[in-house]
């Protein structure tokens, strides 16, 4: 598939769908326009929204620029509030420096090096950010969450979960024996093998889960709110849904399995690679011991 084929699919389904894991944009939202955080879009509700470089932001702009606790905007009832909360560089809008001050429709907010934009109402722009961000974040074959962006929220998450003390659990699922279908029946009917693949995994995992396609034949899941027991759970459904679907590449029907490393975080400072290392590893141990199974890391 061409580039731009490929992103006349993601537009087309974009837009038909509105895409598959954010809900369009609510009445206001801050969108990232410039700088760290791109694209990032986050939603102003009830509570108030601080932005800063601390991971307990709800909006984390994770540049030296940025102050951990940079800003905080709220809707008083009557109208959105900015209040910088003494930041080194301190905020500004529209290019003013501000202490405190209403916000309206399309104002820039300066947040260190990052340039965001207040969209007060639902609008036109307000859709087009967020077809931009899902360009941006979403694998275009799969419809699930691109690995650029998995590996940004992975870090966030591992982050969470320590300062929680939470489990944290990944799993890989790897297409066994993809290589022949694509050889034998060709791409494009390898990649649909791989989006009805990508269905499944849609179909399994809970709203908190983050899919993804992080290669070309190789699925990631992670679950924010389980442990290893959870993540083995889902990877033999997963396992076993797949070993039962009817593919049919080509027109012809053809058992397809997946091979599933899992893995949970060390704790209490486990990192991004030693996470990715411990499920690879146990994918190959699944891999190596015959396929179509899952195996544990660590
Ligand atoms: N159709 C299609 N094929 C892809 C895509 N990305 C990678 N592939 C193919 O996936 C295949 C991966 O093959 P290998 O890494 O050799 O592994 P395998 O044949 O699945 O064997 P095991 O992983 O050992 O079970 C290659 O043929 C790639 O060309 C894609 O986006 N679409």
Redesign the pocket.
Known sequence: MSASDDQANTTQRTMLSGGPHRPGPRAACLVVILGEGLGRRVDIGEAPLLVGRSQEADLVLNHRSVSRAHCRIWFDGTSFRIRDLGATNRTRVNDAQVEEAVLVDGDHIVVGDSLLKFIGQTSVEASYHEEIYQLATLDA?SGLWNRRHFMETLDKEIARAQRHERELALCIV??????????TYG?????E??RHIAAIIREHVRGEDIAARI???EFAVLLPEGGLAAARTLAERLRVSVSEAAFAPGGVPRRITV?VGVAALPMPDGTRSQLLAAADAALYRA?HGG?NQVCIGG
Not at 174 to 183: A, E, G, H, I, Y
């Open positions: 074959l790897d297409v066994d024996l993809f290589k022949p279908v694509n050889d791409h494009i009917a390898g990649d093998v791989l290669g070309g034949e091979s891999k396929r």
